[in-house]
């Protein structure tokens, strides 16, 4: 069984890396044709520049494998990577469809959830032991 702190730094990983491969989508959508690519770079821009403060946070925050993570990590990481889950489905959509409330419903999701994130990831290093 793993370390607690690889497990975060792999749930780390994958949280940033689902964003920024869903944030890719609206683009590969307008290379095709399916959308104007000025919409798809606003969709896209935002969600990748997320992926990278999110996962470059979680890499300035990791101390290795010298200190573990407490229990409740996983439970305070959840309603970030659920937000920012959802503001991955939001570029999904806006690859499909030029729907008026994806941008915003985005940058709402966005937001919050890498906000929610970044507390987590702080309350989680401050009670590392």
């Known amino acids: 069984m793993p370390h607690p702190s ?6 780390g990983f994958a949280v940033a890396a689902g964003l920024a491969i869903a944030g890719v989508q609206p683009v590969v959508s307008a290379l095709n044709g399916a959308v104007d690519m000025r919409w ?21 925050l990791n101390r290795g494998d010298v200190v573990q993570p407490p ?10 990577s659920f937000l920012l889950a959802g ?15 994806i941008p915003g419903t985005m940058w709402f999701l966005l937001l919050s959830g890498a906000s929610l994130w970044m507390a987590a990831m702080v309350l989680v290093r401050s009670n590392s032991h």
């Open 87 to 101: 503001a991955a489905a939001m570029c999904i959509f806006g690859a499909f469809v030029e729907f008026a409330l």
């Open 6 to 11: 690889v497990i975060l730094r792999l749930v």
């Open 71 to 80: 229990w409740y990590s996983a439970w305070l990481l959840l309603p970030g």
């Open 40 to 60: 798809a770079l606003g969709l896209t821009g935002p969600a990748v520049a997320t992926a990278i403060l999110v996962f470059g946070a979680q890499v300035l």
